[in-house]
């Protein structure tokens, strides 16, 4: 899904081309830092798995990835900082050098969460990569060591990036339009 206005946007944030750009310039740096081991990319589903897979494929190093399922109520709509695991790793994570991988990072409640649960698995280390990152909205500060790209305080869609699930497959990151009441 590319060419075309698309109902509900305002307008584009970052092109396709910007972000494999951006993607392969972070994919560069980690496969710098992690030389001569494994990364165990563990995305959280479903927005991060554009990312993820993007990502995947332009680091130079060996890669296995995992998945977690969480129900998240941390977002706009909800009580913050509220997360449950509901779709657990495959594997063990215990001396792995796992890279978690985040579609946006915006209050950093649902991070420190996993960053918490998954610390506890006795990972040899724990670092996290955002897609986005909105620091402006910040609740606390969970360690962020590689993102693509900040963005400003407004709702964002595609490349993975959903509102009421649709959005995930544009391949360009875009403005919802405000809604008129
Ligand atoms: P946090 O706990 O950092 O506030 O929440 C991060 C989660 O909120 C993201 O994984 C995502 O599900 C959701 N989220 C926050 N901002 C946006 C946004 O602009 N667009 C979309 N689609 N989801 C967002």
């Not at 479903?46 to 993820?52: A, E, I, P, R, T």
């Amino acid at each position: 899904m590319s060419e075309g206005p698309v109902p509900g946007i305002e307008r584009v944030l970052f092109t396709e081309e910007q972000i494999d750009q951006r993607i392969r310039e972070v994919a560069a740096e980690i496969s710098r830092d992690y030389q001569g081991k494994t990364v165990k990319l563990i995305g959280v589903l479903k927005g991060s798995v554009f990312f993820l897979t993007a990502l995947a494929r332009r680091i130079e190093i060996p890669v296995k990835i995992d998945f977690l399922g969480i129900s998240s109520f941390s977002n706009r709509s909800g009580a913050p900082g509220v997360v449950r695991i509901a779709k657990d790793l495959d594997d063990a994570i215990e001396g792995d050098d796992v890279l978690m991988v985040e579609d946006i990072v915006d209050t950093g409640l649902t991070l420190r969460y996993l960053l918490q649960t998954l610390s506890g698995r006795g990972p040899n280390s724990l670092a996290v990569c955002t897609f986005l990152d909105r620091n402006s909205r910040r609740i606390v500060q969970p360690p962020v060591r590689y993102r693509c790209f900040e963005i400003p305080d407004r709702f964002v869609v595609g490349f993975g990036l959903d509102y009421n699930q649709l959005y995930r497959n544009l391949n360009y990151v875009a403005v919802m339009e405000r809604k008129r009441s």
